[in-house]
Nanobody, 126 residues
Framework: QVQLVEAGGGLVQAGDSLRLSCAAS???????MGWFRQAPGKEREFVAAIPWSGSITYYADSVKGRFSISRDNTKNTGYLQMNSLKREDTAIYYC????????????????????WGQGTQVTVSS
């Protein structure tokens, strides 16, 4: 089992920045950490992902150039830096961990992840 604890959500204005964190109880070089979000009335959607080893990162087109995913292996913690926030970024943000490598397409699917955090609310006002 892997426990994930998110932090960093809040209420901000359009154009502001936020950094979310996701502390994992344990990690492995095979893990993939993903961030997803779910707005009211909408399905959960992929935001970004990063393998726990290596430097490749993956983003949804809607956040590319504004969001940045990273990790700190020494702290077993992943981060999602969100800049130039827009109203449409308002959602509950979840971090998730997949415990084995997967394909480029599967890592964008919430069904591919084994463990989930409790979610943190991000609200962007205009």
């Amino acid at each position: 089992q892997v426990q994930l604890v998110e932090a960093g959500g809040g209420l901000v204005q359009a154009g502001d920045s936020l950094r979310l964190s996701c502390a994992a109880s344990r990690t492995s070089v095979n893990y993939i950490m993903g961030w997803f979000r779910q707005a009211p009335g909408k399905e959960r959607e992929f935001v970004a992902a990063i393998p726990w080893s290596g430097s490749i990162t993956y983003y949804a087109d809607s956040v590319k150039g504004r969001f940045s995913i990273s990790r700190d292996n020494t702290k077993n913690t992943g981060y999602l830096q969100m800049n130039s926030l827009k109203r449409e970024d308002t959602a509950i943000y979840y971090c998730a961990v997949r415990s084995s490598p997967t394909t480029y397409f599967q890592l964008r699917s919430s069904r591919s992840y084994d463990y989930w955090g409790q979610g943190t609310q991000v609200t962007v006002s205009s």
